[in-house]
């Protein structure tokens, strides 16, 4: 088969295959490019919340056509990991940008060193489907449930200082606190395990 | 230098179990999509360790006066019931000292203020209650979107 033979085929089968499997505000296939005469990388764009714009690309060789599809999965897990890291860094500039009074009387705002430390976690919990957001007592928590089990992860003040909580209820809860340890608050971020 | 206040008294009348308090949510404390709170959405304000709230009766335009914040997207119900389920009192305190105990402090409460007190809570009542409140608001929806 010729080079554009291959590239055409390549063409509508990797549009076929994104185009479903990707969330349905990520647009048709934008371009289609090639490296050599052996890999193909198809670019898209999608609009993450809020207002967020992420590359999607798509990278397959045509010598593993038959497994473009397999390939467009792994594209929609990659466009969205890059989506929540996307939006996760965007809600830590709007985070730094709070003032003293930003969620009514006596509320405050998020200190540098909070900031700081989640410049460093972010990267690594983007990949897991964590939400966080700031609150009025100037800190910072990650936090979700699992059916009945609720988990907190926040950081507040100079250091900063962490808090972790796995709570089920009642006296079924882990906890533990102290200063910020990165890699003891992304373990629990990402498992929800409070170590010991 | 004026005596510190008397710790954790209340700060106005008891608010009836019926009443349904009416908490501002700010962007940064929603979900990611925008459509429901975080559970730190219903948190204690440190200076004072309560979560402050209008009074059911507020109008939009008093919340926001209560609640001035420049980054809100909606207005979320807090019931009282919920409160006394977590043994936390809530006060309609508009006009009344701030319950802080710096000594000082002048602050005093906005009109149609309401304050869900928090002050004795450790971390874990403070999540649970904070629980509470997102499970309510999620059920009932917001009273008001603001953007």
């Avoid at chain 1, 005469?37 to 992420?54: F, L, Y």
């Avoid at chain 1, 940008?97 to 998020?110: C, K, M, Q, V």
């Avoid at chain 1, 700081?116 to 979700?144: C, H, K, M, N």
């Avoid at chain 2, 209560?66 to 009282?80: D, Q």
Wanted: proline fraction near 6%; include cysteine.
């Amino acid at each position: 088969m010729s080079a554009s033979a291959w590239q055409q085929r390549a063409g509508a089968v990797a549009t076929l295959a994104v185009a479903p499997l990707l969330p349905a505000r990520i647009p048709a296939v934008e371009s289609i490019s090639w490296s050599g005469r052996t890999k193909v990388v198809i670019e898209s764009t999608m609009t993450s919340s809020p207002g967020q714009t992420v590359n999607v690309f798509v990278t397959g060789r045509v010598e593993y056509l038959d497994h473009l599809l397999a390939r467009a999965i792994d594209a929609r897990h990659v466009a969205e990991t890059r989506t929540r890291k996307d939006t996760m860094m965007s809600r830590l500039t709007a985070i730094a940008e709070l003032r003293d009074g930003w969620a009514g009387p006596g509320s405050e705002a998020i200190a540098r060193d909070v900031v700081t430390a989640l410049e460093q976690v972010i990267p690594r919990v983007a990949d897991v489907p964590r939400e966080y957001g700031a609150r009025a007592d100037g800190s910072v928590a990650f936090e979700w449930r699992e059916e009945r089990k609720s988990f907190t992860a926040l950081l507040e003040g100079a250091g900063p200082e962490m808090f972790l909580l796995a709570d089920e209820g009642g006296e079924d809860f882990a906890e533990a606190e102290g200063a910020f340890d990165l890699d003891a608050f992304v373990r629990f971020v990402r498992t929800g395990i409070v170590d010991a | 230098m004026p005596d510190a206040k008397p710790a954790m008294a209340p700060t106005g009348p008891a608010l009836p179990t019926e009443e349904v308090l009416q908490r501002v949510v700010g962007r940064a404390s929603m979900a990611f999509d925008g459509l429901k709170p975080l559970r730190g959405a219903f948190i204690r304000a440190s200076h004072d360790h309560m979560m402050s709230t209008a009074r059911e009766a507020a109008t939009l335009d008093e919340v926001f006066a209560v609640l001035a914040m420049e980054t809100s997207v909606g207005v979320w119900p807090v019931p009282v019931s919920v409160a006394e389920a977590h043994d936390r009192p809530a006060y309609g305190d508009a006009g009344q000292p701030c319950g802080c105990v710096e000594p000082g402090c002048e602050q005093v409460y906005p009109v149609q203020h309401a304050s869900v007190d928090l002050r004795e809570a450790s971390r874990k009542e403070r999540e649970r209650f904070a629980g509470a409140c997102l499970d309510e608001a999620i059920k009932r929806g917001p009273i008001h979107r603001t953007s």
